[in-house]
């Protein structure tokens, strides 16, 4: 999939690391304050969908953003 196939092929495949993972292993502190960025916003976005509203163009918009940013969450405490 967009370049994968040639390590397929390959049975010693490097493997990926992108350069947000090196850093946030490089500096913990940023980890740290990406976490809990990521928890506040979440936060916020679950008590603006509590309180609901009457537009469902911004209902989808809010938890749109609210899946990515528990998928970021996930990625950030994997690393």
């Known amino acids: 999939m967009f370049g994968m196939e040639k390590n397929k092929k390959n049975k010693q495949a490097k493997e990926t690391v992108f350069d947000m993972e090196t850093n946030l292993k490089n500096d913990p502190k940023q980890k ?13 976005l ?18 749109f953003l609210l899946h990515g940013y528990n998928s970021m969450l996930k990625v950030i405490r994997k690393i």
């Not at 679950?46 to 938890?63: A, I, P, V, W």
Request: hydrophobic share 25%; glycine share 6%.
């Open 32 to 44: 740290k304050e990406m976490e809990d960025r990521m928890s506040t916003r979440i936060e916020g």
């Open 46 to 63: 679950k008590s603006m969908l509590r309180e609901g509203h009457h537009d469902q163009k911004e209902f989808e918009q809010m938890t």
